[in-house]
């Protein structure tokens, strides 16, 4: 009993009480469905090709990494509705956030509001009814830093070692569900690296046999469960890759396009018109896909919107050539498309090496856009715009349904997801429409709070800056690793994407790239908070000490 009382005067009885909330105000939307054939269905239909026992191949059987498409199976055979699935995982990434950092940072007041800041954020309402990898994604990286956040609070080997290997789990999954998890490394490494100086300054000495333990721990996983994935893809279609966007041979042929020399450099164009009618020229392979690549297909158009209408933005060049392929015929067996792949860089490669084309060094990383120094004032640009979005990125509120195409639904939605066709409907019932002008009022009482908590959170860092310096580092509120830690996860991400916006495609807003990391910002609000708060009360107890000795 005393157990149970403890509990309900605990944060986590808020926690589970907000989330229950959380469920019941979104049991009624619906998951918003799309025609995104490379994104939103494609995920869906690639989830329901777990349910078919043979599956053939083409350009769209591994089209995508399987960690998201394994979640949306696994929820069918639970037998959860896949909003409600996805609704829950993003809530128990924010619990194990939450619990993570009152345990060695926050009192129970900030794990409360950083707690409301995650749990009612109001992107969250359309984002969890996505169809996206990216809705897996937040909760991932949650989950990441949480067990970074013990790891360098751990205080024997044995609390070391298994928040290493939740570390490594948690690694396995996120790295098979975007294409883009190298992002992550430079934060482990700077947690791993303040732990191993923390070692060698207090015993001198860092131990191998621990060290390659913990290595292993969080390396095995990721090798484990990425090798397992492979190897069932080679069996199925022969090759050995978690999916074929970056097999060997489309990067071995990409590198090759890449090295061919341009007359002229266009700002965000890699692959350029006079590059490909040079390689025409001497490419027999590359040849047959022309027919495709200089036609005004639909890639045209999404080209236009980044800026570049007359050819090809490099981010997209890429899906260009790839359905160039496919219309050529050559993506009826992994191995074909491979060997054709190799052939398309063998002959550019010969033509390079007999002077018959000019061409460059092989850069170290394909599909990876030259930098060049007029890209600087729009990257640092960029990079302003992401900033400011990051802010309110989270305050977007989308009530919609998506396509309400019963048709579409039931042909490609309806099972998998575990969601009638015309659920949609059930939004014209009364409760479900309080329900909804509810949800307008939390985002709008959302709204106001936030703009409060990041003002009195600037404060803080303020006068938290101040008091260090006047006492000159030896009286701090907030833990430098553990804000490095948020702060190198954000950084970090923040001009990837900016990068990503100024040479290869137009990012737009940037929301769906950034929110992965909004729960991150929310935490170095709470860190801005912890400080007014001290801050606060050492004026208040400043303030008694000299009246009671004025009252002497």
């Excluded at 999916?243 to 489309?250: C, I, R």
């Excluded at 890699?270 to 690549?293: H, K, T």
Aim: with cysteine; proline share 4%.
């Amino acid at each position: 009993m005393a157990r149970f009382s403890r509990f309900w005067r605990s944060p986590w009885s808020y926690f589970l009480g907000l989330s229950i909330l959380k469920l019941w105000l979104i049991g009624h939307l619906p998951i918003r469905a799309s025609y995104a054939g490379y994104d939103n269905l494609r995920y869906v239909i690639l989830a329901s090709n777990f349910l078919a026992l043979n599956v053939p191949y083409d350009s769209f059987t591994l089209v995508r990494q399987p960690g998201y498409p394994a979640f949306i199976f696994l929820s069918y055979l639970l037998g959860i509705p896949l909003r409600f699935s996805q609704e829950i995982i993003y809530l128990a990434g924010g619990f194990i956030l939450a619990w993570s950092c009152h345990k060695y940072y926050f009192n129970k007041s900030i794990t409360f509001i950083f707690s409301i800041l995650y749990i009612f954020a109001p992107f969250s309402f359309h984002w969890n009814r996505q169809t996206l990898a990216d809705v897996l994604y937040l909760p991932l990286t949650a989950w990441i830093v949480a067990c970074l956040i013990h790891i360098s609070n751990s205080k024997t080997d044995r609390t070391l070692i298994a928040w290493s290997l939740g570390l490594g789990i948690g690694l396995a999954w996120f790295w098979n569900t975007r294409l883009e998890g190298i992002w992550i490394v430079p934060s482990i490494a700077f947690i791993y690296s303040i732990l191993a100086l923390k070692y060698w300054f207090y015993q001198h000495k860092i131990e191998f046999k621990k060290s390659a333990i913990v290595f292993a721990a969080i390396v095995l996983p990721v090798v484990v469960v990425t090798s397992g994935i492979s190897w069932i893809n080679y069996t199925r279609y022969g090759i050995f890759d978690t999916n074929d966007l970056k097999s060997a041979g489309v990067e071995e042929a990409y590198s090759s396009l890449e090295k061919v020399t341009s007359k002229k450099w266009q700002p965000m164009v890699e692959i350029s018109r006079s590059m490909r009618e040079r390689v025409y020229a001497i490419s027999p392979s590359f040849r047959q896909l022309q027919p495709y690549i200089e036609s005004d297909n639909h890639w045209r158009k999404s080209s236009c919107e980044s800026g570049i209408c007359d050819d090809y933005a490099a981010g997209l060049f890429y899906w260009v050539l790839r359905e160039s392929v496919a219309q050529a015929g050559y993506y009826q067996s992994a191995p074909k498309t491979e060997q054709f792949y190799h052939q398309i860089a063998r002959e550019i490669d010969t033509a390079c090496h007999a002077k018959t084309l000019n061409c460059e060094f092989e850069k170290p990383l394909a599909f990876l856009p030259d930098f060049h120094f007029q890209y600087i004032p729009l990257w640092v640009n960029s990079i302003g715009k992401l900033s400011h979005r990051l802010m309110q990125s989270s305050l977007v509120l989308k009530l919609d349904s998506g396509e309400e195409d019963r048709e579409l639904r039931e042909q490609y939605y309806a099972q998998i997801t575990r969601e009638p066709a015309n659920f949609f409907n059930e939004r014209s019932y009364l409760v479900n429409q309080f329900k909804d002008r509810s949800i307008f009022a939390i985002s709008r009482i959302f709204n106001l709070g936030f703009t409060v908590l990041l003002g009195l959170s600037s404060i803080g860092f303020g006068l938290e800056a101040i008091a260090l310096v006047r006492t000159k580092f030896r009286d701090r509120s907030i833990s430098f690793a553990f804000l490095g830690l948020l702060l190198s996860c954000i950084v970090i991400r923040v001009v990837l994407i900016a990068y990503i916006d100024v040479t290869s495609w137009f990012v737009d807003s940037g929301d769906r790239y950034l929110r992965p990391i909004l729960p991150m910002f929310w935490l170095v609000i709470c860190i801005g908070l912890t400080c007014f708060w001290k801050c606060f009360d050492r004026l208040l107890l400043t303030a008694r000490n000299t009246r009671m000795t004025n009252n002497k």
